[in-house]
Structures are given as structure tokens and as C-alpha cells.
């Protein structure tokens, strides 16, 4: 099958935008992934697949089409529900389209509006994700999902809260150098571990916000890319798993990550210790230290010591989400899986202004639903 | 009528762990009215008179050493349930796992219930189980609202026992009836209970009932605790008087000093204090507004085997107390999304009520919920349904802090606060285990750590579109009462 490359990518700034519709959220992103492919045409575009939850219950049914002809973009448009792995796996599903040679040029994106809704009307939507019939009647959302896995590995490894708040840390200080950041400030330690407990062990500060925000990501075949600044998709990879955490043989790990890791870098040839950059899913600290481990980045139970080291720094051996990653570049659930590829793009055609790593070649996207029902892991590499 | 009516074969009795102390209504109202009651009993916010009924009925099977499969009829008595119709003894016999071909029937209309459902239970063929709980509520300045407590008890009743050791023998009883009308009632539609506070007119009618049922009975004969309906701690004293019981014998026979007016569920109560002590004969007046009293001898050579749960090991100031009981509580915030319709929840009553898994038919391994594929070995080849044991151990677990419960959960944590959400591993009953989300109740706000060993417990879910949900939660082993 021929190769599959990222020719442009785009987002909107992550945040909260009262002013703007998750259609003109959408638009924007597509506006800036043509732009970013030398100000390609939209009707290049064969077909778009377009990731979103729904959040708030707009436009449930058909919002693919609503946002795509709203962006001018007359395609066929398929919409992607995996929670928050829906537009990883739109890009996947673009990836499939293009090497089975059915579209030469794939517009494959995600949006989702959070912002507009109460406080508690926001709640019944964060939980849907969870397994509903049981996870949920025991009182927990995502936060406490997440938080009963932190319990366990607390329980199993040598690690502690303040672990946790070193991913906070190191994310908030990559995002403070992203203009696109919803909370783009940085925080310490001791504002990390000291924060509001939401739930046991997890503070506010181990938690993603919820966000309002689009991307959009051009996977076209080799002979389109030939002419533009292109990555190569070296390998993608995904798993499903069990929807409630209770269902999984363990807690300590997201095997649905591990398996889709495995995926990519079987399909790619490239090993974890060939990584430049990772782009991983933070929506909550330890969901971070989780991925390290499932990725082959470190031993299981060894993620503590590859944060303390330094090595996922900004000017460590493997830097872990330098956009800010969920937790300050934000969540906005059905841009999320794009909007790492976007940063890894940006990261690996040398785009990526202030936070521009030196010797990028290989990035990878890790991008879960739910608490790992759904996983997708991406791999680029940039053209010599 | 004289002669032996039935047996008894065990006593159950329960009552939530908070109290509310008079001195603390007192202080914040500037009086207490509820003559002779020292505090009351408060259900915690996630307890209603169903679920005291299933906490104290399981205590009455334990007792007795009866299995539930054995049991042919259910009598449920309150006048407290949570819905004014509905058949509440189906909810029970899920809770419980009660025959679904057992009889039941459901007593309420006044406080005299209870009388009401032994009736019926001392009628039936085979054995029987009578529960009788409630929650009574009234205006918080008047008498009534301020003795109102809470509490369950249930009694395993048969027409005859093999081991006559163990057991207590109805040996009489009577009723008597005399219409009183405006001494205490509640309105069609409303949550409290009231009257016209006619106090000479209220006493006589409780007094004149209660004596009348006692000489239909043909007197109080000598017993050693006599469980009289104790709508306050004062009244059954006053009755004993009147009939020629000591004021001992009434002591013995009645919580309500402790837990307040636990309505219909009173002389059950009572019953269980009264058998826990050893007493031989006991005399057993319920009474309901309106009026109408029953009386019933019991005699037991021997100790008639009671568990009960009855003290209470948390106190509540007043405020604190108003809280749970929902004064705070704005009800559930609109929205949308996650939801699990009324006929799915049904669906799986069976593991909400009573934990039953599954093993998988190809590789024997359990599985909770028992449906789909095996998580194990992902055959679809089927369950044998098997109940879990209800002591598990903790593997995950989390406190929800106020502000991070799910919609359906915000009611909840507006009355107890926090609570803990976790994976317990519930052993079946044949080696194995099954993983199970649940929630903690909490006593003080301090999680069971992983490890940690707990037991299930039947509680209130959340309510949706007007329906209760009910279902299995845990306590941890070092926090229950003893």
C-alpha cells in the first residue's frame, strides 16, 4: 500500500469563546491547515472525517456535514465518536482512505464546544464517555475514574502526589510558551499538590479544563505531498478495551494504549527508543505517568523516575507534550487527537516558533477515549 | 382469643447511626416538646424507610437461622414509604431476594401497622416475614417533628418450630378500636405529620385504646417488658400506668428515648430490646392514630435469638441534622447526557439488590455484570448466575469531593457531603472473584484504603424522573457498628 503524509495542519487557540460557533471554530482550523499546506484548494479535498462528542447535545446527528459544508468544503464527510480518541481516530480512518488509494487528499479534524453550558449541565456530558450503567452509579465522573487508577498505582509503585504534580508542572510550563494554550501560565509544585482535591488523590491541578476548540489535519498520498512540506505517517495503531475500568484486568496500565502501540510501531518498523517527541494523553497527571509505561518509553512502575529525571522536559532526551498536552494547551474532547498531530507536524517541518525542538524527526501522538475504551497512537516522521 | 397463635422465630432491628440530641433542638429552637425523648435517630441521605426495612429484615433471617429462600410470605408495614403507590414489598423482595411466588401485602394507613402485618403473618400458612419501618417526619417546632426518629424491625414468624428452645410463642391476642378522630394525621400529599395538639384529648386516646386492646387480651398479666407505642418517650409510660404495667417493664420495652418515634416500626423495636434482655414475657401494643390498638402475648422459655443494629455512634447538631434531612437540598440540576432509563435499571435489580454474578460456562471464571462476552476468555457461551458474598476487598478508590458527583449524585452530596466511590473484589461462593463499582458510605469522611475490607449494604441510588433507585453499596468492616 502506498505511504500516507501530513501536508497541513491547523487548530484554533483552545480556550473558551463565547463569541464563536463550533462551526466557525471548525472553520477557522480548516482555514489554517490549507494555509498551512501553500493555501491548498479546497476541492482538492476528496472526503473529510470529523471527530466530536456532542458535548451540550448540539447537532448530535450529521455534525459532520454541518461543519464541513459550513467551511466550504462540499465532501463527503463521515463524523467519528470515540470520546476523546474521535479525531485520532478520524486521522486513522483518513490514513486507511489514502493508502487504499480510494481519496489522494483527506481533510481529518475535530471540534467540540464546552464552554456554553452550566457547570452542572457540563457534568452530564463529561460522564458519558464513562461506562455508564455501572461506573457511573457509584458517583464517580472522569476525574474519579482516573482518580481510582492514581489509588492503585500509589498503592503499587514508588510514587506519590507529588509526581502527579510534576506532570502538571512540566506540562504548564510548556504550555506557557503556546500562544493556542487555554491555560497557557505556569504553576509550581506547591500550587499543584496544594490545589482543591477534586478527587482523591487528584487535585485541580491534575486535571485537564474542558475546552472549546477545533483542528484540522491534511492526509494526502505520496504524489500530492511530493509538493508541499510533508510528514510521513509512518505508522498508526488502535485498540478498543473494555469501557469500564472495573471490566480490565488491571489499573495500573491502559491496555488499549499499550495494544495501540504496539500497532504503530509494528506498521512502522520504529521502536519507542527511536521517539523524539511524544504527544500524549494528560487529561489527568497520572494518566500521563500511565502512558510513558504503556508506550515503552520506561519499565512499568518506572514512569516517577523518567519524569523526575528530567528526560520528558522540554530539553530532555524524549519530550512529552511540548504543546502543554491537555492539561495547559487544553481538551477540547473531539479536537484533541488532532490537535497533538497538529503540534507534531508543526514540531517536525519546523514550525513550532518558541517551543521548536532541535532535532525532531520522529513524533508521536497518543490520543485515548474515555478512561481506554478507545486508543490510537500515531506515528510521524519528517522528510529528510 | 387465647391459645397459641404462631412462633417467633428471630428479631431484627435497625436504626441509622446519626442522632440528633434534644439539648441540640433545644439550643437552636429555644425548645424541645417531645416529652421524654433524649435524641433521635436521623437516616443518613441515602436511607429511607425501604432500606431500613431490608437492613432489618436480613437481620431477622440471620437471627432466626432462616434461609430466604424459605420464606413464603412478606408483610411490610410503614407509613413512611417513599411512594403514596406503588407496591413497596416487590422493591423489598428484590432487595431481599424473596420468592417472587411468595405472598405479600403492604400495611400503613397509621403507625398501628405493624400489629397490622403480624396479623397477617400469624395467619399465614408458613413462614412468614413481617417488617415493619419508618421515617416519620413533622414541622420542626412542634412535638411531633421533634420526636420524629427512625428505624426498621422484622420478625420471622411460623406456625410452628421444630426447635421449641429457641423461640417465642404468640400466645394471645386481641384488637380494639375507637374512633379519635384529629389526634394525629397527615394530609393526603403532604411529607409531615401533625395534629391538634389537644393534649388531654390526644392522651386519653392513646391511653383508652391501648387499655382496651390490653383487656381484650384479658389483661397485662406479668410481663417482664411490655413494647407500648411510643410516639414519644413519655406516652408509653403514661399507658402502662393506666393498665397496670410497671414503669421497669415499659422501660424494657421501648427505644424511643433513644431513637425517637420510629412510627410504625416502635414496638418492633421495642420487641428486640425487650428479647436481646432476656425477657420471657413480653406484651406487645401497637397503636395507630385514629385509633386502633392490637396486643399480643409473648412468651419464650429461652432467649429468642435478635440481631439488631440499633445504637447510635454518630451525633448530629441541628443544622447538621436538617441537612440530611434535606433542608439544603435544591434536588437535581438540569441537563442531559448520561442517563440509564427506568426499564435498563430494572433489568439488572438483580445485581443492584443482590450482587448476583456470573460463571462463565467455558472458562469458570466470574463475571460481573453476568452478560456479554467473558472478559476473561471472550466466550459468549453463557453464566450460571451465582450471588457474590457481601464482603469484599478494596483494589481502587476514590473520595468525590463536593462538586465533582455526577448530576444524579449532587442531592446527595448537598446532604452527607463527600463519599467514596471504588472497585471492591466480592468473593464468590466458590473461590473467585468479582471486580464491582460501588459506592462507600462514609461516616466521617475518611476512605477505606486499598486492601481495606468491606460489606455491602442496600442504599438509596439517586431518584430520576420521580423513580428511586436502590442499590448495593459498601461499608468499611472498621466503621460498621457492632
Known amino acids: ?384 | 382469643m387465647s391459645g397459641p397463635h404462631g412462633v417467633v422465630l428471630g428479631v431484627g432491628g435497625y436504626a441509622p447511626r446519626f442522632r440528633l440530641p434534644a439539648a441540640a433542638v433545644e439550643d437552636a429552637l429555644g425548645a424541645f416538646h417531645a416529652r421524654g425523648v433524649e435524641s433521635v435517630a436521623v437516616p443518613d441521605a441515602d436511607e429511607d424507610s425501604l432500606t431500613m426495612a431490608a437492613a432489618a429484615a436480613e437481620r431477622a433471617l440471620a437471627a432466626a437461622g432462616t434461609t430466604v429462600e424459605a420464606v413464603e410470605a412478606l408483610f411490610l408495614a410503614a407509613t413512611t414509604l417513599p411512594y403514596e403507590e406503588e407496591a413497596a414489598p416487590a422493591r423489598l423482595a428484590s432487595m431481599l431476594g424473596v420468592s417472587e411466588t411468595a405472598r405479600t401485602a403492604q400495611f400503613g394507613g397509621s403507625t398501628a401497622a405493624g400489629g397490622e402485618a403480624l396479623n397477617a403473618a400469624l395467619d399465614a400458612d408458613g413462614v412468614a416475614l413481617v417488617v415493619a419501618a419508618d421515617a416519620p417526619r413533622g414541622a420542626t417546632d412542634e412535638a411531633v417533628g421533634q420526636a420524629a426518629g427512625a428505624g426498621a424491625g422484622a420478625l420471622v414468624v411460623a406456625p410452628e418450630a421444630a426447635d421449641a428452645d429457641r423461640v417465642g410463642e404468640v400466645t394471645e391476642l386481641a384488637s380494639f378500636t375507637a374512633a379519635y378522630p384529629g389526634t394525629r394525621f397527615r394530609e393526603r400529599g403532604s411529607e409531615e405529620t401533625t395534629g391538634l395538639g389537644v393534649t388531654a384529648y390526644d392522651r386519653q386516646a392513646y391511653r383508652e385504646t391501648v387499655a382496651g386492646a390490653v383487656d381484650a387480651l384479658g389483661g397485662p398479666g406479668e410481663p417482664d417488658a411490655a413494647a407500648l407505642q411510643a410516639p414519644d418517650g413519655d406516652l408509653p409510660f403514661r399507658a402502662g400506668r393506666a393498665i397496670g404495667v410497671n414503669a421497669d417493664a415499659v422501660s424494657a420495652g421501648t427505644v424511643a428515648a433513644d431513637v425517637g418515634d420510629a412510627g410504625a416500626a416502635s414496638v418492633f423495636l421495642g420487641l428486640a430490646s425487650a428479647l436481646d434482655d432476656g425477657s420471657e414475657e413480653t406484651l406487645l401494643v401497637p397503636y395507630g392514630s385514629g385509633g386502633v390498638a392490637h396486643a399480643f402475648r409473648i412468651r419464650a422459655d429461652c432467649r429468642v435469638p435478635v440481631r439488631q443494629t440499633v445504637g447510635g455512634d454518630r451525633t448530629l447538631g441541628f443544622a447538621g441534622a436538617q441537612r440530611r434531612r434535606g433542608a439544603f437540598d435544591s434536588g437535581v440540576p438540569a441537563g442531559g447526557g448520561a442517563y440509564v432509563s427506568v426499564p435498563s435499571y430494572r433489568r439488572t435489580l438483580p445485581q443492584r439488590h443482590r450482587l448476583v454474578a456470573g460463571r462463565c460456562e467455558a472458562c469458570g471464571s466470574l463475571a460481573f455484570p453476568p452478560e456479554g462476552a467473558c472478559a476473561h476468555c471472550s466466550a459468549r457461551d453463557g453464566y450460571e448466575h451465582v450471588a457474590l458474598s457481601g464482603t469484599g476487598t478494596v483494589e481502587a478508590v476514590t473520595t468525590i469531593s463536593q462538586g465533582g458527583a455526577p448530576p444524579e449524585f449532587v442531592p446527595q452530596q448537598a446532604r452527607a457531603g463527600e463519599y467514596a466511590s471504588a472497585i471492591v473484589a466480592f468473593q464468590g461462593p466458590d473461590g473467585g472473584a468479582a471486580s464491582v463499582p460501588v459506592q462507600v458510605v462514609l461516616a466521617d469522611g475518611d476512605a477505606p484504603k486499598i486492601g481495606d475490607e468491606v460489606v455491602a449494604v442496600k442504599r438509596v441510588l439517586y431518584d430520576q424522573e420521580g423513580v428511586r433507585r436502590y442499590g448495593v453499596k459498601v461499608v468499611p468492616v472498621d466503621a460498621r457498628r457492632p
Not at chain 1, 501553500?38 to 446527528?61: K, S
Not at chain 1, 485541580?204 to 498520498?221: E, I, Q, R, W
Open chain 1, 1 to 384: 500500500m502506498r505511504d500516507a503524509y501530513v501536508i497541513g495542519a491547523g487548530q484554533t487557540a483552545f480556550g473558551a469563546f463565547p463569541d464563536e460557533s463550533y462551526r466557525s471554530l471548525f472553520a477557522t482550523a480548516v482555514d489554517r491547515a490549507l494555509e498551512g499546506a501553500d493555501g491548498l484548494e479546497p476541492r482538492t479535498v476528496d472526503e473529510a472525517v470529523v471527530g466530536t462528542l456532542g458535548v451540550g447535545g448540539r447537532q448530535i446527528g450529521l455534525s459532520g456535514p454541518a461543519v464541513t459544508e459550513y467551511a466550504g468544503l462540499s465532501v463527503p464527510t463521515t463524523r467519528v465518536e470515540n470520546a476523546c480518541a474521535a479525531s485520532g481516530y478520524a486521522i486513522r480512518n483518513a490514513v486507511q482512505a489514502v493508502k487504499s488509494g480510494m481519496a489522494d487528499v483527506v481533510l481529518a479534524g475535530g471540534f467540540e464546544v464546552m464552554s456554553d453550558v452550566s457547570a452542572d449541565a457540563a457534568k452530564y456530558w463529561l460522564g458519558v464517555s464513562g461506562e455508564t450503567e455501572w461506573e457511573r452509579l457509584t458517583g464517580t465522573t472522569f476525574a474519579g475514574t482516573y482518580a481510582q487508577m492514581a489509588s492503585a498505582y500509589l498503592d503499587e509503585y514508588d510514587a506519590t502526589v507529588d509526581d502527579l504534580s510534576r506532570v502538571a508542572v512540566k506540562n504548564h510550563a510548556n504550555g506557557a510558551q503556546n500562544p493556542r494554550a487555554h491555560l497557557g501560565f505556569e504553576c509550581s509544585l506547591e500550587e499543584a499538590s496544594g490545589g482543591s482535591v477534586v478527587a482523591d488523590p487528584l487535585t485541580l491541578y491534575h486535571c485537564c479544563p474542558t475546552s472549546d476548540g477545533a483542528a484540522a489535519v491534511l492526509v494526502a498520498s505520496e504524489d500530492v505531498a511530493e509538493s508541499y512540506d510533508a510528514a510521513r505517517i509512518a505508522g498508526v495503531g488502535a485498540a478498543s478495551d473494555r469501557v469500564g475500568v472495573f471490566e480490565r484486568d488491571t489499573y495500573t496500565s491502559i491496555p488499549a494504549s499499550a495494544a495501540a502501540a504496539e500497532a504503530a510501531y509494528e506498521m512502522s518498523g520504529l521502536g519507542p527508543d527511536d521517539v523524539d517527541v511524544a504527544e500524549v494523553h494528560d487529561c489527568f497527571a497520572i494518566a500521563e505517568l500511565l502512558a510513558y509505561e504503556d508506550l515503552g518509553f520506561c519499565e512499568r512502575g518506572e514512569a516517577p523516575a523518567l519524569l523526575r529525571a528530567g528526560d520528558t522536559d522540554l530539553d530532555g532526551a524524549l519530550p512529552v507534550n511540548v504543546s502543554g498536552g491537555l492539561k495547559s494547551k487544553g481538551h477540547p474532547i473531539g479536537a484533541t487527537g488532532a490537535g497533538q498531530v497538529v503540534e507534531l507536524y508543526k514540531q517536525l517541518t519546523g514550525r513550532a516558533g518558541d517551543r521548536q525542538l532541535a532535532d525532531a524527526d520522529v513524533g508521536l501522538a497518543h490520543n485515548v477515549g474515555g478512561s481506554g475504551g478507545a486508543a490510537v497512537v500515531t506515528l510521524l516522521e519528517a522528510e529528510p
